[in-house]
């Protein structure tokens, strides 16, 4: 179970992972020992899976982004997640309630790409309708 001090770690380590052990321990008032301990519990309980690279807007200002919302026939979506999942331009599939079944981020280095993930999407066994969404800017990114 997660104390309120663990959720306020948990948030300062949204923003930054890479804070300083003293630095967190200073903005949530407790000891260096007590953050370090709360780090090792959290992590060895799974809560804190890992720690990640988050690139620059720069970085992302060179390709293109899209929200990618597909439906798929009854009992099929087992095997249209499967499919999705090799193509690499995928970076996250999510199932999701609603009009549409399936929802991916897709991300590509040009508008010419995009169109060919969205056609090969297309074009899997049992998709029967893709709704495209391209993302224009990103206003918060917790991750």
Same mark, same amino acid.
């Given at each position: ?9 948990? *948030? @300062?380590? &949204?923003?930054?992972? %890479? ?6 321990? %200073? ?7 007590? =953050? !370090?301990? &709360?780090? %090792? %519990?959290?992590?060895? !309980? ?6 990640? @690279? ?9 390709? $293109?982004?899209?929200?990618?919302? =597909?439906?798929?026939?009854? &009992? &099929?979506? =087992?095997? +249209? ?15 999701? /309630? ?12 040009? *508008? ?7 056609? !090969? $999407?297309?074009? #899997? /066994?049992? +998709?029967?309708? #893709? ?13």
């Amino acid at each position: 179970m997660l104390t309120a001090k663990d959720e306020e770690l948990i *948030a @300062l380590l &949204r923003v930054n992972a %890479r804070e300083p052990v003293a630095a967190l321990a %200073r903005k949530l008032g407790v000891s260096r020992t007590t =953050i !370090q301990d &709360r780090l %090792r %519990r959290l992590e060895g !309980q799974g809560i804190i899976a890992g720690y990640t @690279l988050r690139l620059s807007k720069d970085v992302h200002a060179t390709g $293109i982004s899209a929200m990618v919302t =597909i439906s798929v026939e009854p &009992r &099929r979506q =087992i095997d +249209v997640a499967k499919v999705i999942a090799k193509i690499p331009q995928v970076e996250t599939l999510h199932t999701v /309630s609603g009009k549409f079944d399936l929802m991916a981020l897709v991300k590509t280095a040009t *508008a010419e790409d995009m169109d060919k993930i969205i056609d !090969q $999407i297309g074009l #899997i /066994s049992g +998709v029967t309708e #893709i709704e495209t969404a391209v993302i224009l800017s990103t206003k918060v990114d917790r991750k």
